[in-house]
């Protein structure tokens, strides 16, 4: 059976050759669809128009990327060999055009990707299309020296030549102009985020808002010089973030102080790792995955996503945004184990051929004291240091004493707490996150835990 695949997720490919599919119920009224590729190097960008894979282009100069046309009625295809695309391509998008109509139109869409002897692997299933006339599907993209698949699903209003502008393809005439590009403004008239392509940090980057861009390229320079300090130049790492959400951090929430913690914190993954976003979790009584951070996306990204426990009016049903989570499902208390064995389970799932670092901020109030060591101990053999930081002066229970209980092959544990987080200057900071982190990475890999 197929991985079934949803909206953010990726996943590793173990094969160098792939069939991809779209799917959908061909019926009299509805539009027929034209599946596409664009091949994009570092940059986010095709390196020339040459790159663009569809009817009218159906081989890329490589050989590596084919679209190999329409088999039946409701169905498109293309294939990609990874082991033939060019040194310099680091992705290969996945998109489609909905001729004479919108997606919102077709019954059972989905992308189906097969390896090359036709046996199933993934598929993602398209719910939420509404007028969009083009799509972005997924993406084939590289990680470090692995190919992995990442399932995107972002719709645009504006037909083809929005995505392909977007990707740098030359495009002789612009849309009608009562077409809205989904992008910027929704049915409703709703600001909506740039679609999250993850070109890579610098493409990323210059999505920003100046004044946030330029924070952020400074703060990145700054993480990179306390990295230095420790020895640890050119370190790559995965960064999760995880933030407390319990009924107690209201008032950091309220006060802006956890949005500026995600700010600072996205340059520590800028600096460590070149995918452009950041995977995060929050927690209370429960824990709930958020959607990656893609650093271009960064302000919508707090708009929508750092909220706390919704106290006021916590039993009003509320009208959540795409990829929002409903609050009160994950409470006001203090349960810390549950988000730290979903991160456990997380990076088991997604292995990485690089280090993850965890960045998780609570302001206490810890008091699951042994299932929180269980966890800890547990992940003592895992490819994960965790990197604990308190705001406030409440208690932190077995967190703070970590770094002294016996027994553990490698630390995997740092603890630090500040009083205002918002007070500590940027190099401080992170002097202060990246203190242990480095050694343990030293040391993990004499222990054979890291390659």
């Known amino acids: 059976m197929p991985v079934a695949m949803s909206k953010g997720a990726n996943v590793a490919l173990g094969t160098t050759m792939l069939r991809i599919e779209l799917v959908w119920s061909a019926s009299a009224g509805v539009p027929d ?93 398209i719910t939420d299309a509404s007028v969009e006339s083009a799509f972005l599907f997924g993406e084939v993209y590289r990680r470090g020296e692995q190919w992995k698949f990442r399932a995107v699903g972002q719709g645009y209003a504006s037909g083809l030549y929005g995505i392909a502008t977007d990707f740098g393809i030359t495009v002789d005439d612009p849309p009608p102009p009562s077409h809205v590009d989904s992008r910027t403004q929704s049915p409703r008239g709703s600001t909506t985020t740039t679609p999250p392509t993850s070109g890579g940090v610098a493409a990323e980057l210059e999505r920003l808002p100046v004044d946030m861009r330029k924070r952020l390229e400074l703060r990145k320079k700054q993480v990179a010089v306390s990295l230095t300090k420790r020895g640890a130049t050119g370190l790559r790492a995965r960064v999760i973030l995880v933030l ?32 452009g976003r950041m995977q995060a979790f929050t927690f209370a009584s429960n824990s709930a995955r958020l959607p990656d ?6 302000p919508e990204w707090i708009r929508l996503h750092v909220r706390v426990g919704e106290m006021k009016g916590f039993g009003r049903r509320r009208n959540l945004a795409a990829g929002q989570i409903d609050m009160r499902t994950v409470g006001i208390q203090n349960e810390e184990q549950k988000v730290i064995a979903d991160v456990r389970a997380l990076v088991r799932a997604d292995p990485q051929p690089v280090p993850t670092l965890v960045l998780f901020f609570s302001d206490g109030g810890v008091y699951r004291n042994q299932e929180i060591e269980a966890e800890l101990r547990a992940a003592v053999s895992e490819p994960i240091f965790w990197q604990f930081v308190g705001l406030g002066r409440a208690g932190f229970g077995v967190l703070e004493r970590f770094d002294t209980l016996p027994d553990r092959r490698v630390d995997n544990v740092g603890f630090f707490a500040v009083d205002k987080i918002e007070k500590v200057s940027d190099d401080k900071l992170y002097d202060l996150l990246l203190s242990e982190f480095p050694s343990w990475v030293k040391e993990a890999r004499k222990h054979g835990i890291l390659a």
């Open 33 to 125: 669809v034209d599946v596409s590729a664009l091949l994009l190097s570092g940059s986010g960008k095709v390196r020339s128009d040459d790159d663009f894979v569809f009817f009218n282009q159906p081989s890329h100069v490589s050989g590596a990327v084919v679209h190999t046309g329409k088999p039946r009625p409701g169905s498109d295809t293309l294939t990609v060999d990874t082991s033939r695309l060019p040194a310099d391509i680091d992705r290969v998008v996945i998109a489609a055009s909905a001729d004479g109509g919108t997606f919102g139109q077709l019954q059972g869409l989905a992308l189906v990707v097969r390896d090359g002897a036709d046996h199933p692997l993934l598929r993602f299933d």
């Open 293 to 298: 951070l893609v650093l271009g996306d960064m």
């Open 244 to 275: 407390d959400a319990s009924g107690s951090m209201s008032r950091l929430y309220d006060k802006g102080v956890v949005a500026g913690v995600v700010e600072r914190m996205a340059a520590v993954a800028a600096q460590l790792d070149d995918d």
